[in-house]
C-alpha cells in the first residue's frame, strides 16, 4: 500500500545507519534513544529531517546541546527508559512541563510495561488502559502517539478532539 503522506521513522543511534536510509529512501524522521552524539547531530542538521531525542524520563532539555536549537527536534520522554515504573508515572504527571521547550511531544506507551505490570495484564491485554494513557498525554501536550493498535489510537484521537472542540466552543 502507498501512503506518501505518512512519514516514516527510522529507530538508530547509529549515524552511519541513518545516513544510508536518508540516502536510500529519502527524508523520514530519525529516532534515537541514546540521546545523540555531535555526528547525529550533523547529519540531522544536514539532511534537514526530523529528529526524536529520548530524554530517558529527565524532561529537561541540557545547556550542553545548544545545537539542538537548529533541529527539527520531537522530545520523547523516554518511558520504558526511565528505570521504573514508578519513574513512568513520575514522567507522565509531568509531561506538561515540556511545553517550556516549544517541541513536538512523542509519546511511547504502547504496550509498556507501566501499564500491564501494575494491573496483572500482558502487553498484549492492555489495550484499554493504553487508550487511557494517550488521552492523559494528548491532554497534557503530546503531540504525537507511536501505537501498536493504530484504529484504537486513532478512535482515542477523534475522541480527543471532539472533547477538545467542545471545550473550545464553551
Not at 484499554?128 to 488521552?135: E, I, V
Request: charge should be negative.
Amino acid at each position: 500500500m502507498d501512503w506518501p503522506e505518512m512519514p516514516l521513522s527510522l529507530d538508530t543511534f547509529r549515524p552511519g545507519i541513518a545516513r544510508r536510509a536518508l540516502e536510500q529512501f529519502g527524508p523520514m524522521i530519525i529516532n534515537d534513544i541514546s540521546g545523540g552524539c555531535d555526528d547525529m547531530y550533523a547529519l540531522v542538521r544536514h539532511f534537514a529531517v526530523p529528529y526524536v531525542w529520548t530524554l530517558r524520563g529527565d524532561l529537561s532539555l541540557p545547556a550542553e546541546h545548544p545545537e539542538m536549537n537548529s533541529l527539527d527536534l520531537i522530545l520523547d520522554p523516554g518511558f520504558g527508559f526511565t528505570g521504573s515504573t514508578e519513574e513512568d508515572y513520575r514522567c507522565m504527571r509531568s509531561l506538561d512541563n515540556l511545553q517550556q521547550y516549544h517541541r513536538r511531544v512523542l509519546v511511547g506507551i504502547s504496550r509498556k510495561s507501566m501499564l500491564w505490570r501494575p494491573l496483572g495484564l500482558t502487553p498484549d491485554t492492555c489495550l484499554a488502559p493504553t487508550q487511557a494513557l494517550h488521552l492523559y498525554a494528548l491532554e497534557h501536550g503530546a503531540d504525537i502517539l507511536r501505537v501498536h493498535d493504530v484504529a484504537a489510537a486513532r478512535q482515542t484521537v477523534t475522541l480527543w478532539k471532539q472533547i477538545s472542540n467542545i471545550k473550545s466552543k464553551i
